[in-house]
């Protein structure tokens, strides 16, 4: 029995004049991810895309693999037959024999979107109840909380018979709102900031500080290691590294400490927002959350925000830690994020940094380094890698 994906589009298909370019970044986006494993035919029609196995590929790959691109409202996993009442009805015995068999309740749903089709959906959802009823006896009818919901759907090129869809990655397709840079650690945050951002539809550019050599290749191998998680949701990525060890130093000799996790977070701003710029990002990304520690207070991040030139994205605001560990857990970061290497920012913390921060005085404590120069020196210092979803292997010494 040849089985086959669709792919139903979400909020997408509100977007009216957007949906010729949605459908296509989408199109584009399912073949590219479904590449490596063999040959799968891509096409769209009536709104939804379709995902076909040309041999035997490996569809249960297929399907975890689309469940994770956004613009995916709902998936379903069917079965393809002609159109014709008797085969349907055959198919859906056969095809949905083990579901059928282990449900108590079912109901039958039916879509004809081939008008030319004799029976409309009434009568199919009717006789096919009734098939089903006697070929399975034990069933009963439960058309509010079925255990099954068996769905027929005439469509174009034929009928297609699953057990109902199941919720897709929702969001809006990755690059249709255009392009955001990141600015990510290693920690549990940014990679979940990350995964919000690409949801409504961004491309990110990736921007990683690091202090070698009090931050070290592996804690660099281990963003690259997060960031692939990441990227089976929002594609392949560029991770820009900027170094950030003489701007500390610079720091940690000249300014007081309790301004100095601020100041660091207004160069991280600045060169990220250069980065930004070079690769036609439209705005920031972090992942801040309020209250979560003493550089993410309202005040701390007016400061940090003085700096900015672009709109500042912070998808975990108003987000608990439990929420966000929830998040990470869920998009598979999490058990990398808490690998313990050493992160830029932990590198120098101040012991009792300032909560309530004056932008003044910030200003004014800063002002003894030449900016300038230093985040020009981090800029020309930056290299970049690419990352894409499936790798395991990154080239560090
Ligand atoms: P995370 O879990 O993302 O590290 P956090 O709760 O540890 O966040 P901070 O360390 O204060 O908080 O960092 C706040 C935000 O600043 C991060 O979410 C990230 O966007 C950015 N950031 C922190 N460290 C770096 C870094 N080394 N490179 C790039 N961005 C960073
Ligand atoms: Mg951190």
Redesign the pocket.
């Known amino acids: 029995m040849k089985e086959i994906i669709l792919a139903y589009q979400g909020e997408m298909s509100l977007k009216g004049l957007n949906r010729a370019t949605f459908e296509s970044v989408l199109l584009k986006t399912m073949r590219r991810r479904l590449k490596s494993l063999g040959n799968f035919k891509i096409y769209k029609a009536q709104s939804t895309m379709y995902a076909e196995p040309a041999g035997d590929e490996d569809i249960d790959a297929a399907e975890e693999r689309i469940g994770k691109i956004f613009g995916i409202a709902a998936i379903s996993r069917a079965a393809v037959c002609p159109k014709d009442f008797a085969v349907i009805a055959d198919t859906a015995k056969e095809y949905l024999c083990g579901a059928l068999r282990a449900a108590k309740t079912f109901k039958v749903s039916a879509k004809r979107s081939d008008k030319t089709f004799p029976m409309d959906s009434m009568e199919i959802a009717r006789e096919l109840g009734g098939v089903l009823l006697s070929a399975y006896p034990h069933l009963k009818v439960d058309v509010h909380h079925p255990d099954v919901n068996v769905t027929v759907e005439i469509r174009d090129f034929a009928a297609y018979v699953h057990g109902g869809k199941k919720p897709g990655a929702g969001g809006l397709p990755v690059s249709t709102s255009g392009k955001a840079a990141l ?3 290693g ?4 990679p979940v ?1 990350a995964y919000m951002m690409a949801k409504r539809g961004l491309s990110l550019a990736c ?3 690091a202090s070698p050599p009090y931050t070290s290749l592996r804690a660099e191998e281990k963003v690259c290691r997060l960031l692939e998680r990441v990227s089976a949701y929002a594609g392949r990525l560029y991770m820009v590294t900027a170094p950030f060890s003489h701007i500390q130093e610079e720091i940690r000799e000249r300014c007081p400490e309790e301004y100095f996790t601020l100041i660091m977070r207004r160069f ?1 701003m600045r060169i990220a927002q250069r980065i930004a710029r070079r690769q036609n990002c439209s705005a920031l990304v ?3 959350s309020l209250g ?2 003493a ?2 207070t309202i005040q701390a991040i007016a400061c940090t925000d003085a700096v900015a030139e672009m709109p500042v994205f912070r998808p975990l605001i108003g987000m608990d830690k439990s929420e966000i560990v929830l998040a990470s857990r869920k998009i598979d970061a999490f058990d990398i994020s808490i690998e313990p290497y050493e ?3 932990t590198v120098f913390t101040p012991r009792h940094p300032t909560t309530r921060p004056e932008l003044a005085k910030v200003e004014e404590a800063e002002s003894v380094l030449d900016i300038d120069a230093l985040v020009e020196e981090s800029v020309q210092g930056i290299y970049t890698r690419k990352i894409v979803p499936g790798q395991t292997e990154f080239d560090f010494a």
């Open positions: 600015m990510l650690s920690g549990i945050d940014s900031a921007v990683h500080f991280m972090t992942g801040e979560q520690v550089s993410q992160d830029c920012c």
